[in-house]
């Protein structure tokens, strides 16, 4: 006998869920019409010409995004906007067996990706002639926009006035950048498969673009900062096979860093009572206090206002310091297998890299807290890194169930560097007890001097012993030893007006690591693998080191036809270093199933779950005036700080995506989906006046593209993408940063 | 059975709960559904059964044993017609354009072809374990794969095959069974949900790829991880400007590594940060709460004690250069 509530729902059917069910039809309708259209459509052939078959496409088209919300997040996380593009444009080309062709190549792929205003673009050209040579060029250019309101931002609250001057609120992160990263890589190697060949490549690195900076001193100025930094590599290398089964390489790599950022005050700028452009930071929660008591602003009323002269600020700051380094790296390398059942390879690096920032120059105009109107920082720096690796591993198959590996690695480097600058300040000699951005700076103060022979290395030396055991057809385990020993030195002898001596320290560090793997096939179609690894650590270097650590990983998949495939992954990093009062722990667990079902060509699904949690708890000293509820006093060794706390982070986050693929016939394919991010984290907020990452949002991501061949080798693609971000709980006095941006794409194929 | 029913207290008569029935019905279906799946998986014949094919250990075959591989084309135009694209395509160039190409990895054919069509007396990997297979593949690419057999993919029983197919691939130049990531996504499930997190390195976006760090034949490095060629983390290559070295380095950069304070396959922080407010990150170290235990944190700080509560910048608004600067000890430049 059914509830009564029960019968009246079965016997109620919603509205909607008509509507619903004759929209489905509809859509139905419409992919068979396409369907019925397109069936008669020849497929494109391969264009044979000049002793090659060359296959070429192109896609073009355009995107409309239509963009609510945070346009500074929106720009941070996707960056993508309506406008024009070239999607794809790709030429694969192989001589035809026997037929004479061009010299140059037999075979040659290009592809390009991206162009036209994407924020990724990419390249890659790959070549071959027989056994000649091989070559692959790959280059990728990135924008790289960051506008998160986090890391600095300057909380300047609405209504902060002096003298009918409001202060704008900043809308913008104050370290914000927007640069282009621009990678080539290329790699020619000759006789690739000769006894000996050869090896060569060149790769770019190009990072450019403005970004904002800052610079705590009295105000915090804000800085244009222009990056330009690029390395160029080069290498050779020799590969010689003496034996059918041995590998001896030579190689030298050198590349070559330039560094040139350069730094400028940025604006907005304020005025002087002289009309000279000035500007008092960006940090004002309350009005800039200045030297003769009165407000910050004397008249809000000018263009720009008129800032009290005797207030911290900056009227003219740069700075350069162009840095060159080199870093010559020789390596050997080695490979055999020619001894039966022993497998041995080995390799050795030696880098004797330097550093070299011949002139720095600092200019600074203003006023800082300390009354200084003027300084001029000049020097230079030097510093190398020598760094020598060895390793050797060995598999030798003992007997058909039995297998021992064993791997020594040794690695040392040393970083020596020196460091000479010298700082001449010039103090308000006129009011020297009321300095004034209005009084001339003034006479030069005896240089302040800094010297600094610094150092910084670690020796590292590593063995690891595992033994293998096939125990069945469907089990393998194995078992593994490694013992680490790990020596850090440090120095930094500063002779400064701010430190009188440094600190040298040696820190020995060894582990002891246990590591226990399983291979298991408990049917044909299903596959588990784990491993498990302790160590313990005798030491350690800072309280997040870890003296204890622990690592369960297990794989699974299961394949139960050839049209369905399940699998999952889990994986826990635990991590303690038990000391009073840090009492630091961590964990970073993550987990994913996933299921792939693709019974024939029509249809598919492919489903995704993952949850990861990274948690962290360290006790650490803080000071505060306005401390959190119940915090804890501070220990003795804190010193000064008056509070302990936990340090406490936890962000679990949920993510699940489906995939849904509909391919009636050959010539339409349609996907349609949904990806969501959902993060419910918590942490200890030290400062309530921050502006912390949100640890409550969401990010979803629907999808739906669909791909028709409407006629021989011509295609048409449309796709719809929905980015929707939103956030929860405290984020902080900042500006609301969810967005939420439809992205439309359409496309025109053509394949020849 | 209680579940479905239950005795409303206000009636004092059994009521069939229906919504408790639903659940029983859909876990009952999921589970008959699990069964059929894995019974008809159980009843697949397992790799014993089947009959032994010709392994990689079998008796060495003389030079007239080869048919080459005109021969193979006449049955099998289908694969061979698509392998003049193949990389390895080029063995036939070998031994005086005499090479051999299917049967450097298939066997030797003859017995096969006399045998008309034996799948016995032919190599099929399909029927090798994983180690037989690799063993197949590294007789040529063992040089360039040299940490291939002690790698943890192989220890996992993962073969070349498992992500490589030379005749079935998607990306023709690696003989990828499918793209990056989407291969490495499917049985690293757990990896996934961090590059769709807000903050992530583009590798869904194709920018980057999971090989691009991390080299999954294998190298010295745990967790696989590539290094740049002064045995500098993978992440200086890109991310040429912390790479250093500096006049005053951040120690933990280079004795830690960037994992000390970032996510590097994502984070719902920005900068892909380990937590969420920088001013937390820094005090974990930079705290002087047990000297005896971390004297050298405590010698690190040098500067003056500050306010939380009126510091309302990060930490980095001041200490901007912090992976290293070479001009002032407190990374102020």
């Known amino acids: 006998m059914q509830s009564r509530s029960s019968m009246c729902k079965s016997s109620h059917l919603p509205g909607h869920g008509l509507s619903r069910f004759a929209a489905a039809l509809g859509v139905g309708a419409f992919i068979l019409t396409l369907s019925a259209a397109a069936q008669n459509a020849p497929e494109p052939k391969e264009t044979v010409r000049d002793g090659y078959a060359a296959h070429q496409s192109i896609d073009v088209g355009g995107r409309i995004a239509d963009q609510s919300g945070s346009l500074s997040m929106y720009d941070t996380l996707v960056n993508l906007h309506s406008g024009p593009r070239i999607f794809q444009q790709s030429i694969d080309m192989h001589a035809v067996p026997k037929a004479p062709h061009f010299f140059l190549f037999d075979s040659l792929m290009a592809t390009n990706i991206g162009y036209g205003g994407d924020p990724e673009n990419n390249t890659v050209l790959r070549m071959s002639k027989g056994k000649i040579y091989d070559f692959q060029g790959m280059f990728r250019r990135d924008r790289q926009y960051f506008d998160y309101d986090l890391l600095g931002n300057p909380l300047i609250p609405a209504g902060v006035t002096s003298n009918g001057y409001t202060f704008p609120q900043v809308e913008h992160a104050p370290h914000l950048f927007n640069t282009v990263r621009r990678m080539t890589d290329t790699n020619l190697t000759l006789f690739p498969v000769a006894k000996v060949s050869f090896r060569a490549g060149y790769s770019q690195n190009i990072n450019q673009g403005p970004s904002y900076s800052s610079l705590h001193n009295g105000a915090e100025a804000q800085f244009l900062q222009n990056w330009r930094n690029s390395t160029d590599t080069w290498f050779g290398a020799v590969d010689w096979k003496p034996f059918p089964r041995t590998l001896l390489t030579l190689q030298e790599n050198i590349s070559h860093y330039k560094g040139d950022t350069n730094y400028q005050l940025a604006p907005p700028f304020l005025q002087l009572p002289n009309g000279a452009p000035v500007t008092l930071g960006y940090d004002q929660v309350t009005l800039p206090s200045c030297n003769d008591g009165n407000p910050p602003i004397v008249n809000g009323g000018t263009n720009p206002p008129t800032v009290n002269p005797t207030c911290a600020g900056y009227q003219q700051f740069s700075r350069y310091a162009p840095m060159r380094t080199l870093f010559p790296t020789e390596e050997f390398r080695f490979q055999s297998s020619d001894i039966k059942n022993v497998q041995v390879n080995g390799r050795f690096h030696y880098t004797g890299a330097s550093m070299k920032m011949p002139q720095f120059n600092e200019n600074?105009?203003?006023?800082?807290?300390?009354?200084?109107?003027?300084?001029?920082?000049?020097?230079?720096?030097?510093?190398?890194?020598?760094?020598?690796?060895?390793?050797?591993?060995?598999?030798?198959?003992?007997?058909?169930?039995?297998?021992?590996?064993?791997?020594?690695?040794?690695?040392?480097?040393?970083?020596?560097?020196?460091?000479?600058?010298?700082?001449?300040?010039?103090?308000?000699?006129?009011?020297?007890?009321?300095?004034?951005?209005?009084?001339?700076?003034?006479?030069?103060?005896?240089?302040?001097?800094?010297?600094?022979?610094?150092?910084?290395?670690?020796?590292?030396?590593?063995?690891?012993?595992?033994?293998?055991?096939?125990?069945?057809?469907?089990?393998?385990?194995?078992?593994?030893?490694?013992?680490?020993?790990?020596?850090?030195?440090?120095?930094?002898?500063?002779?400064?007006?701010?430190?009188?001596?440094?600190?040298?320290?040696?820190?020995?560090?060894?582990?002891?690591?246990?590591?226990?793997?399983?291979?298991?096939?408990?049917?044909?179609?299903?596959?588990?693998?784990?491993?498990?690894?302790?160590?313990?650590?005798?030491?350690?270097?800072?309280?997040?080191?870890?003296?204890?650590?622990?690592?369960?990983?297990?794989?699974?998949?299961?394949?139960?036809?050839?049209?369905?495939?399940?699998?999952?992954?889990?994986?826990?990093?635990?991590?303690?270093?038990?000391?009073?009062?840090?009492?630091?722990?961590?964990?970073?667990?993550?987990?994913?199933?996933?299921?792939?079902?693709?019974?024939?060509?029509?249809?598919?699904?492919?489903?995704?779950?993952?949850?990861?949690?990274?948690?962290?708890?360290?006790?650490?000293?803080?000071?505060?005036?306005?401390?959190?509820?119940?915090?804890?006093?501070?220990?003795?060794?804190?010193?000064?700080?008056?509070?302990?706390?936990?340090?406490?982070?936890?962000?679990?986050?949920?993510?699940?995506?489906?995939?849904?693929?509909?391919?009636?016939?050959?010539?339409?394919?349609?996907?349609?989906?949904?990806?969501?991010?959902?993060?419910?984290?918590?942490?200890?907020?030290?400062?309530?006046?921050?502006?912390?990452?949100?640890?409550?949002?969401?990010?979803?991501?629907?999808?739906?593209?669909?791909?028709?061949?409407?006629?021989?080798?011509?295609?048409?693609?449309?796709?719809?993408?929905?980015?929707?971000?939103?956030?929860?709980?405290?984020?902080?006095?900042?500006?609301?940063?969810?967005?939420?941006?439809?992205?439309?794409?359409?496309?025109?194929?053509?394949?020849? | 059975m209680r579940a479905l029913w239950v005795r409303r207290v206000c009636y004092q008569e059994p009521v069939f709960d229906v919504k408790r029935m639903r659940r029983v019905l859909y876990c009952a279906s999921l589970g008959l559904f699990c069964l059929f799946i894995f019974r008809s998986g159980l009843a697949q014949p397992t790799p014993k059964q089947l009959q032994p094919a010709a392994s990689s250990k079998a008796i060495p075959a003389g030079p007239s044993d080869f048919v080459g591989s005109e021969t193979c084309a006449t049955c099998h135009d289908e694969v061979a017609k698509k392998f003049s694209s193949n990389p390895h395509q080029r063995l036939a160039l070998e031994h005086g354009n005499q090479g051999i190409s299917c049967e450097g990895c298939h066997g030797a054919g003859k017995a096969h072809v006399d045998g008309g069509g034996d799948v016995t007396k032919i190599r099929q990997f399909k029927n090798l374990s994983a180690k037989e297979t690799d063993e197949t593949c590294l007789t040529c690419h063992a040089g360039k794969h040299a940490n291939f057999e002690r790698s943890k993919h192989a220890e996992a029983g993962v073969s070349c095959l498992s992500c490589h197919s030379v005749h079935l691939s998607a990306s023709k130049a690696d003989l990828l069974k499918a793209d990056q990531p989407i291969l490495c996504y499917t049985c690293h499930k757990n990896v996934r949900p961090a590059f769709s997190q807000a903050f992530h390195h583009q590798v869904n976006e194709g920018l980057m790829s999971c090989s691009d760090c991390h080299d999954p034949h294998g190298t010295f490095q745990p967790q696989q991880l590539r290094t740049t060629d002064d045995q500098n983390a993978i992440c200086t290559k890109c991310h040429t400007d912390t790479a250093g070295p500096y006049a005053y380095e951040h120690p933990v950069v280079k004795t830690g590594g960037c994992i000390a304070c970032h996510s590097p396959h994502g984070s719902p922080n920005p900068r892909m940060l380990k937590v969420s407010n920088v001013n937390t990150l820094c005090l974990q170290c930079h705290s002087s709460v047990n000297l005896t235990k971390f004297p050298n944190a405590s010698s690190e700080q040098g500067g003056p004690v500050h306010n939380q509560a009126t510091q309302y910048n990060a930490c980095t608004t001041c200490h901007t250069q912090i992976h290293g600067s070479n001009t002032a000890f407190n990374f102020f430049r």
């Open chain 1, 364 to 752: 600074f105009t203003g006023l800082d807290d300390f009354g200084i109107r003027q300084w001029n920082i000049t020097g230079y720096s030097t510093a190398e890194r020598v760094s020598v690796t060895g390793d050797l591993g060995i598999a030798w198959q003992l007997s058909p169930r039995v297998s021992l590996a064993e791997q020594y690695d040794f690695w040392n480097f040393r970083q020596p560097a020196d460091n000479y600058l010298s700082e001449i300040d010039h103090l308000d000699d006129v009011n020297p007890n009321t300095p004034s951005m209005l009084d001339p700076p003034g006479a030069p103060q005896p240089p302040a001097i800094t010297l600094a022979h610094n150092f910084l290395g670690q020796k590292t030396e590593t063995n690891t012993t595992t033994l293998g055991w096939k125990a069945s057809s469907w089990a393998s385990f194995s078992l593994g030893y490694r013992y680490r020993a790990r020596t850090i030195g440090y120095a930094m002898p500063l002779v400064t007006d701010f430190l009188a001596n440094g600190t040298a320290y040696t820190l020995p560090i060894h582990e002891n690591a246990g590591i226990l793997g399983a291979v298991l096939h408990p049917s044909s179609q299903w596959k588990i693998d784990g491993t498990f690894e302790a160590a313990f650590d005798d030491n350690a270097y800072y309280q997040l080191d870890p003296r204890q650590s622990y690592r369960y990983q297990v794989h699974s998949m299961w394949t139960p036809t050839g049209t369905v495939t399940i699998t999952g992954a889990f994986d826990d990093l635990e991590r303690r270093d038990n000391q009073t009062l840090v009492n630091h722990v961590d964990h970073n667990r993550s987990a994913g199933i996933g299921a792939e079902i693709s019974p024939n060509e029509h249809y598919g699904f492919d489903l995704n779950y993952g949850y990861i949690d990274a948690y962290t708890r360290t006790g650490l000293c803080y000071s505060s005036t306005a401390p959190l509820a119940g915090a804890q006093a501070a220990p003795a060794d804190c010193g000064t700080n008056t509070y302990l706390g936990t340090g406490y982070y936890d962000e679990p986050t949920q993510s699940a995506s489906i995939d849904v693929m509909l391919s009636p016939n050959k010539h339409v394919t349609s996907h349609a989906g949904y990806r969501i991010n959902a993060v419910n984290g918590t942490t200890e907020y030290l400062n309530p006046l921050a502006v912390p990452g949100s640890l409550q949002s969401h990010y979803q991501t629907p999808f739906f593209n669909v791909k028709w061949a409407v006629a021989a080798g011509w295609g048409l693609r449309g796709e719809w993408n929905l980015y929707d971000y939103s956030e929860g709980g405290p984020v902080g006095p900042t500006a609301p940063r969810a967005f939420q941006t439809n992205l439309c794409t359409l496309g025109l194929h053509y394949d020849f």
